[in-house]
């Protein structure tokens, strides 16, 4: 069984989590609890594709010692390749933004008739009614599937039906026609949030391709780069876009990814930002959520005795 990072530590932010309203297992309100219990000041919830979770928690009025951060992680595409992007500090009834996960949705769902097909050709005796309860109301995804074929007995483990099942290269899902790039950054940026292109280990970049792509990104209007996603990110991986955030003046972000509770990954837990970046709670559009309390409490906790580097320092006086 995978186990926690040693480099991992408590930290008071966490800038990327799932709830129901997504593919995670705990509630928004939960997941929110759960924050507060870990220490955490200030949260993000970033459900995929729906702002849903954030707003029952924003409508719900509903207060912890963890300051919520209202957030996203839209999917879209880059030539061929399917990126994250997370929104953070968005506001949740903006209209653009909302025809914007409309059409994601309609995606989604087309998306998740696409997989029923394929599982059911491979005789696996799965029901739409099943998919859609896994999923509780979100529109399912690779997980909720995952999570049907367990309980039907085609897979011991969540992993191990996506292994056989689900991963990359086992379904046919190359055509699926997510937004573009820009206008997934257009969307969260009329939204009033900052785009930041999340896990950028996960797209198995090369040096070139990385800065390609970071330079469209950041045309388009992207600001920042999560250089750390999970407690077990790799102390080199972390240095690897802490240089290259720097090299951009890129803010720099992090979180947990947390989807459920398990014995490698827990909200508010990972190694610590290094200490050359400017992080993305600096930035002048986030300030409405992170109080002068909460952001000397999370810069007291990651960037103790060191300096700042020099892109929050002119964005912070223009
Ligand atoms: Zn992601
Ligand atoms: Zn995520």
Redesign the pocket.
């Known amino acids: 069984m995978q186990s926690m990072n040693p480099n991992a530590s408590p930290q008071r932010f966490d800038l990327h989590c799932h709830s129901t309203a997504s593919d995670g297992v705990l509630s928004p309100q939960e997941i929110l609890e759960r924050a507060d219990a870990q220490g955490v000041a200030l949260l993000a919830i970033t459900d995929h594709d729906t702002v849903a979770g954030v707003r029952a928690l924003l409508d719900a009025d509903f207060a912890v010692g963890t300051a919520l951060l209202p957030g996203i ?1 839209l999917t879209c595409t880059d030539g061929q390749r399917v990126l ?1 992007l997370v929104g953070l500090g968005i506001d949740v009834d903006d209209g653009t933004l909302g025809q914007h996960l409309d059409t994601l949705i309609a995606t989604r769902m087309e998306r998740a008739d696409s997989i029923l097909d394929q599982l059911r050709k491979r005789r696996l005796p799965l029901e739409w009614s099943q998919v859609e309860a896994a999923a509780g109301g979100a529109p399912p995804g690779r997980v909720h599937f995952a999570r049907v074929l367990v309980e039907c007995g085609a897979a011991d483990s969540v992993s191990q039906a996506f292994k056989r099942y689900l991963a990359d290269g086992k379904l046919r899902l190359g055509n699926t026609p997510w937004p573009s790039l820009d206008s997934a950054v257009a969307a969260i940026i009329g939204a009033g949030g900052v785009a930041v292109l ?2 950028p280990r996960h797209y198995n970049l090369t040096r070139t391709r990385a800065l390609a792509l970071l330079r469209r990104f950041v045309s388009a209007g992207g600001e920042a780069i999560e250089v750390i996603s999970g407690a077990n990110s790799p102390l080199n991986d972390i240095q690897r876009w802490s240089r290259t955030a720097d090299e951009l003046g890129l803010l720099v972000s992090a979180g947990s ?1 947390f989807h459920a509770p398990s014995s490698w990954c827990e909200l508010g837990k990972f190694p610590s930002l290094p200490g050359c970046n400017a992080p993305v709670w600096e930035h002048p559009k986030l300030h409405r959520w992170v109080d002068a309390e909460v952001g000397r409490l999370v810069c007291g906790a990651a960037f103790a005795d060191m300096g700042r580097s020099h892109a929050a320092d002119e964005r912070n006086n223009a």
């Open positions: 992680e994250h999340a896990h990814d």
